[in-house]
């Protein structure tokens, strides 16, 4: 026997229906709630429908702009590898240069990744922001780092098992922050699209002795 198609109503034909049928459950005041959280969800839906059109029209004008400076047709540079994502290595963290106690940096492995999931060497610049977030909001902020598409180049370590830009952010005059939870923003800008990847990652860092670490 053919299993009949399930349709669905809205929240206000239902809320009307039961009201009609004289059901006691539903009293005005709230069929008026389902009402405005219905057309409140509807404005939501309609915001974001906005949204992503306009987001979808500022990658296709990027795409054609890009397409035009390099000579060649928008169908052609789908084609084209680029990255779609940036992803941090899990041995990114903190790193020692002078063999004493206590980290010096923190050590990012940065790894463009195409549409296909495969680590890619993309022409780009980074820019690397590291917060201290126990720290009061206008504190937060402890180091920033760019490097550009010709430093990047240079930063790229590709081997059998591994490919990523090395990046090494040593603390601001040699002095560690005041916590051991170091936030780090990554943001790579592609050198061919001009678009910008971004990620985020947490590290614990170790002090050297002596160091008072708070964990607010």
Known sequence: MPIRPVHCVSLSCLALALVIAGCNTVSGQEYAAVQRE??????QVRQL?????AQEQANALLKSQVAHEAGVRP?????LVVP????????SGGYDIDGQPGDDGLLLYVQPIDRDGHVIKAAGSIKVTL?????PPDQYLVGEYYF???KTRELWYGRLWTNHYTLRLPWYQGKPP???EITARVEFTDLLTGKKLDAQGVYKIEF???HVSTTE
């Open 75 to 79: 169908e052609t540079l789908e084609q």
């Open 178 to 180: 005041r916590h051991n």
């Open 148 to 150: 550009d598409a010709n």
């Open 131 to 135: 917060l201290d977030l126990a720290n």
């Open 49 to 53: 429908q906005e949204r992503i059109a």
């Open 84 to 91: 779609v994502k940036i992803e941090l290595e899990r041995q």
């Open 38 to 43: 219905l057309l409140n969800t509807q404005d």
């Open 208 to 210: 050297p002795p002596g």
